[in-house]
């Protein structure tokens, strides 16, 4: 039994997989359930203790919910998987000539085959006062890791002020968590209003005036001239000179991917690190890349869907199957996870030209905003807030390229998926409407015999007399009050 | 005259009706039995015109068979007889047992199903028997069996509707397919309940609901999972309830992590609003009841949707109480008796498994046989049909084919190359009581009886056993099909294989082999059930009331509890492209049963629904440029039908839907495609891509 197991694990080819976020949590998952691990035995790094978990479940854990339940490989699940977890280890370099990984704490191993998933890191701006020395001042934090979440409900203060810079999709869910736990939040951005990425202006005061009810403000054409407080925040100065006093600084400025690795490795290195559509690194046939730290065609990637695809595409260049059309990206779709306040968008915010046809829509008492780009007939983008009820049935006419109706308004009814307007069949032999039921009795059928011979109604199969009677009671009594 | 009391011919409620028989050549009077506790007196017009099948001019009385010229002439019994049993002879010596197949049917009663499995294992010796439920509920009865451990349509009697809090039909349009059943469903409105109907058209079923969801053809899985998650994320599930009667939910949990309201909005069509709606109606409610229909069942990931919905009812703590729950419609009239005795590829009676080495040898002994002399699982209904010939493409081909109760020639997925295979056979014998388009292919037809001819049982939709009733006499000519098996077998050498052409003697032999098996009938028999309303199996003995109720205190799994199972979506076989661009999706009218073999016949309701129409959103006429047109050309990968419009704003703009119950250049199954289930070899009915084009005028 063990000889077989040894000489199984001689055959095997040797993975190293560098990061441990949800891109490689997705890849461990396809490569597992495909039965990768016969051919391959498969090593991972992660720089945080913790094990695998879902990034984007991080405002959960800010709104109470315990770290353990977003993690979704803990160590034992990597020890059950017969995967080896090197947990805390950071990756120093990469030696390609001897195809050995090299982490801290003296840890080398070997690979076959290499996949850097190495992910990205919060941006942090450049504002005089935001560091001590060289770590961030006390009650500055980014939104990034589980740690980072701990760190942040450690500073909460009830009844306190909080700041987060950013407004976008995590500054706002960061912000929305502190609101919950307390805290009074503004946030402060350059644009002029939140969600710039994929809003417009008019849509973005429309998002402003949403938050402002939860007791989010925001500040908008905003910059930060410097950070208040010497052992610990205290607040922040703006540019135009405001001062906004604070507990707690969030910075939620984006992301940059991690290259370090990649770059100091000799790869190819641009905005990310670049990969072809089949995750392949072309200088070096061993080596692939996903997620946030790749490029694929100039193009980055920060959101669950395309990440997944090609984790999909990955596989099976790892499985050596036969080569697929490889990754191909599509328009994102995002929406504010904020409860509260209904954001959604996709086709991105872009200038008109003659050969694009927008229609928008405002109402100013419902604070909601909606606005559609049609493209040579096809429907190209959508920006929705206060109810965005509509955008799922927007989606299907983008992604299927289904043409905007000749009466561009008839993309407008939400006629899917509601019920009430229409009069359900009462009977099913004869095709009878409720509607023409209760016209029958209004017109003075007062029994089954009398609406049979008015509407043909309970004379098929009888089934529906008991719905009919209950029509009579009803209408009957309403008729003669009436009357 | 004395009313005789039995059941409708038809679909899985099998309503409980009273007869007046016919007096000389008049037609009996057949109306709903309000005593029967499933349907209480109320029939679909289905059912209300039934007895019309015995006044069909084209009942066939004699047996059938090619004369030289190859026209099928009236044949004596002997003749045919005789025929079909040296065919099969002469092919199982010349190409082995496997060279012969035989395919059943889900509207067969019990007794029939378990000689037909009989016959096929100990006669003809081959692994080759399935059926057309595998068309039907196949995938829900295989997601039952792994969550479950055992697979019953309904856990609880259908009485117990109204205790719901909140139902969700799911693809079923219940109110038009199977109307008796909306009188519980008015009774569950009339108690507060709340109604959700989930279905890519807006059927009546839907027009009746609080809240109507109309998702993308095949997005099922993907919203059940999205509604997991929000049950997860709004802290909706029952942790006690998971950790005292499940396993698996962690990893279940985790899968679900992706399935955020926006991916699920953009994948199903389905609004978040909407969603978050559902899920919060399900979880307020004490009891809350998800019933599927065929919609999300026939896909080729059918059973991992029903995986998907299981998943949900657990997660909130459901499954177990009566009125809540999963539950899945079954179609035919004893679609769950069908599934259990023995007709279907893997399959030995009691629910039994032929590749379990226990299971084998409990029948095997039963039988007075070796186990290794019974075959091993053979085909799946279409991998059957798609194997007939000399050669198949995985080897030796079916050469020979008896087909009892099922028109395959329209039932089945890509029909056209199934009618192509049929055409191959060397000898193809169709036992029915009408010439139906499969039986028009055939060498050999061999006339059977109508339903009140005879007596048999049934198991409906609960799981209830039923017995049918011997009304009036056969006209001369046609034979009972226990009667054609015991024929054959005698012929074939086999005397003693069958117990008896009597269905009494045959219900016995099948209630004591079903001891100590997952659907246990061994507290059965035909006078017991004839004193009774039907008894829920299990039921153990003659004193054992039966099982109303199932899952209270445990499940069927040796450790009693349910299994969550990890569950993703995948994409369907075919989507639409720029080549065919909209979505194709089959069903049913209200005057018509499958594959309409029967009711077409009937003037009363064929005159309601003569031909199929193709359901089509205006906006997707004006799409195409094809408003104001009578007409169109409907074409997919595997061919073209003409078919009548029907305008409606009740369907998606992005797809048409075609009932199926109609043969030769009307039958909508010559465009579905054959990808099929992994597991429970369902295939996609309800999804393939397809093109609407004018009707080229000559």
Not at chain 1, 333 to 358: M, N, P
Not at chain 2, 252 to 278: F, T
Not at chain 2, 558 to 567: I, Q, Y
Not at chain 2, 589 to 617: D, F, K, M, W
Request: some cysteine; glycine content about 10%; charged content about 20%.
């Amino acid at each position: 039994m063990s000889q077989t197991l040894r000489r199984s694990s001689q055959a095997r080819k040797r993975l190293v997989i560098v990061g441990n976020g949800p891109a490689t949590g997705r890849l461990l998952d396809l490569l597992v359930g495909q039965g990768a691990l016969e051919r391959y035995e498969i090593t991972v790094f992660g720089e945080e203790p913790q094990g695998c978990y879902n990034r984007v479940l991080l405002s959960r854990v800010l709104s109470g919910v315990p770290a353990a339940e977003i993690i979704n490989k803990n160590l034992a699940w990597f020890h059950c998987a017969n995967i080896v977890l090197h947990a805390g280890v950071r990756v120093l370099r990469i030696d390609r000539q001897e195809r050995m990984v090299v982490g801290t704490r003296g840890i080398t191993v070997p690979y076959d085959n290499l996949v850097l998933a190495t992910g990205s890191r919060a941006v942090i701006p450049t504002i005089p006062g935001l560091h001590d020395d060289d770590t961030l001042l006390t009650g500055a934090y980014v939104f990034r890791t589980l740690e980072d979440c701990e760190a942040i409900l450690h500073s909460v203060v009830r009844g306190g002020k909080a700041v987060v810079l950013g407004g976008g999709l995590l500054g706002l869910e960061a912000a929305k968590g502190l609101a919950d736990l307390g805290m009074t939040v503004r946030v402060v951005d350059r644009s002029p209003g939140p969600m710039a990425r994929q809003l417009d202006v008019l849509g973005q005061s429309v998002l402003r005036r949403r938050l402002a009810h939860l007791g989010i403000k925001c500040i908008g054409n905003a910059t930060t001239e410097s950070v208040l407080g010497t052992s610990r925040v205290e607040g922040i100065r703006l540019t135009a000179g405001e001062v906004l006093p604070c507990d707690l600084l969030v910075m939620a400025c984006g992301i940059q991917p991690r290259i370090e690795l990649p770059r100091s490795a000799g790869l190819l290195v641009k905005k990310a690190m670049v990969v072809n559509e089949w995750l392949e690194v072309e200088a070096d046939p061993r080596i692939y890349g996903i997620g946030e730290c790749v490029e694929i065609h100039g193009e980055l990637f920060g959101t669950v869907e395309p990440i997944w695809k090609q984790a999909d595409v990955l596989v099976d260049r790892l499985l050596e199957r036969k080569r697929t059309s490889g990754f191909c990206s599509s328009v994102s779709y995002t929406k504010l996870k904020v409860a509260g306040v209904e954001v959604a968008s996709f086709g991105g915010v872009k200038e008109l030209d003659d050969s694009v046809e927008e229609l928008t829509v405002t109402s100013e008492l419902h604070e909601s905003y909606l606005r559609l780009r049609i493209t040579d007939g096809l429907l190209t983008g959508a920006q929705l807030v206060g109810d965005t009820s509509l955008s799922a049935r927007l989606l299907q006419y983008r992604d299927q390229r289904i043409p905007v109706p000749e009466n561009r308004f008839d993309l407008l009814a939400s006629g899917v998926g509601t019920v009430g307007s229409v009069s359900p069949e009462v009977c099913n032999c004869h095709h009878v409407l409720e509607s023409t039921v209760v016209a029958a009795i209004e017109n003075g059928a007062s029994d089954l015999e009398a609406l049979g011979n008015l509407t043909c109604a309970g004379t098929g199969c009888g089934s529906c007399q008991s719905t009919l009677t209950r029509l009579l009671r009803t209408h009957v009594t309403q008729s003669e009050t009436a009357a | 005259m004395q009313k005789v009391r039995t059941h409708c011919p038809f679909c899985a409620f099998q309503c409980g009706i009273l007869v007046t028989p016919g007096r000389g050549p008049d037609t009996p009077q057949i109306e709903g039995d309000p005593d029967f506790p499933v349907n209480r007196g109320k029939l679909c017009i289905k059912g209300a015109e039934s007895a019309r099948l015995l006044e069909r001019s084209d009942r066939l009385l004699a047996p059938l068979m090619r004369d030289p010229d190859g026209v099928l002439c009236p044949a004596s019994w002997e003749s045919a007889l005789d025929f079909v049993a040296r065919s099969f002879e002469d092919m199982r010596r010349a190409h082995g047992a496997n060279a012969v197949a035989v395919f059943g049917s889900g509207g067969l009663t019990n007794e029939k199903v378990y000689a037909l499995g009989k016959f096929a294992r100990l006669v003809l010796g081959t692994a080759h028997i399935d059926y057309n439920g595998r068309y039907c509920m196949s995938s829900a009865a295989a997601a039952q069996n792994r969550a479950f451990g055992v697979d019953r349509g309904f856990p609880f009697p259908v009485e117990d509707i109204p205790l719901a809090d909140c139902v969700i039909s799911w693809g079923s349009n219940w109110a038009e397919t199977m109307p008796p059943l909306r009188q519980w469903f008015e009774l569950q409105r009339e108690r507060g309940g709340r109604s959700v109907v989930v279905d890519p058209r807006r059927t009546e079923t839907a027009k009746c609901a609080d809240l109507h969801l109309q998702p993308l053809p095949g997005s099922d899985l993907v919203l059940a999972n999205g509604l997991l998650h929000l049950a997860i994320e709004s802290g909706a599930v029952d942790l006690d309830y998971i950790a005292r009667r499940t396993t698996g939910y962690d990893a279940a949990k985790h899968a679900v992590a992706r399935y955020s309201p926006d991916y699920v909005e953009r994948l199903s069509g389905v609004s978040e609003r909407q969603q978050r709606q559902l899920l919060k109606w399900m979880a307020e409610s004490p009891r809350a009841l998800l019933m599927s229909g065929r919609g999300p069942e026939q896909h080729s990931k059918g059973v991992d949707t029903v995986h998907a919905f299981i998943n949900l009812m657990l997660a909130l703590g459901k499954v177990g109480k009566s009125g809540s729950g999963y539950t899945c419609l079954t179609g035919q009239g004893n679609g769950q008796g069908g599934r259990e005795h023995g007709q279907k590829a893997d399959q030995l009676p009691g629910y039994r498994l032929i590749e379990n080495e226990t299971h084998r040898s409990v029948v095997a002994a039963a039988w007075g046989v070796e186990p290794e002399s019974l075959p091993h699982k053979g085909k799946s209904a279409y991998e059957l049909l798609n194997s007939l010939g000399p050669s198949a493409s995985d080897g030796p081909g079916i050469r020979g084919l008896l087909v009892m109760g099922s028109n395959v020639a329209v039932a089945s997925p890509n029909a056209g190359n199934v009618i192509e295979g049929l055409k191959r056979l060397e000898t193809l014998v169709v036992v029915d009581s009408f010439l139906n388009e499969t039986a028009q292919l055939a060498h050999v037809v061999l006339p059977s009886l109508l339903w009140l001819e005879e007596s048999g049982t049934m198991t409906n939709f609960e799981g209830r056993v039923i017995l049918r009733r011997e009304v009036q006499p056969p006209p001369p000519g046609p034979l009972s099909d226990l009667r054609i098996l015991k024929e054959l077998a005698r012929r074939m050498g086999k005397p003693n294989a069958l117990p008896s052409d009597d269905p009494d003697v045959v219900f016995s032999e099948l209630a004591a082999i079903t001891q100590g098996a997952t659907a246990d009938y061994s507290g059965l028999s035909h006078s017991r059930l004839a004193t009774t309303q039907g008894v829920q199996w299990p039921c153990i003995g003659p004193q054992h009331p039966g099982t109303p109720v199932m899952f209270e205190e445990h499940f069927a799994h040796p450790d009693g509890r349910a299994k969550f199972f990890v569950v993703e979506t995948r994409d369907a076989a075919e989507l639409p492209d720029e080549e065919f661009p909209l979505y194709l999706t089959t069903g049913r009218v209200r005057e018509h049963y499958n594959s309409g073999a029967q009711t077409r016949g009937i003037a009363a309701l064929n005159s309601r629904q003569p031909e199929p129409c193709i359901e089509v959103h205006p906006a997707c006429l004006e799409r195409f440029d094809l408003a104001g047109e009578e007409r169109l050309c409907l074409s997919t990968r595997r061919g073209s039908l003409l078919l009548r419009v029907k305008p409606t704003a009740d369907i998606r703009v992005d797809t048409v839907f075609v009932p199926f119950h109609y043969g030769y250049a009307q039958s909508i199954n010559l465009l579905t495609l054959a990808a099929l289930d992994p597991v429970s070899r369902m295939p996609e009915f309800k999804l393939c891509a397809a093109r609407l084009t004018k009707v080229l005028k000559s």
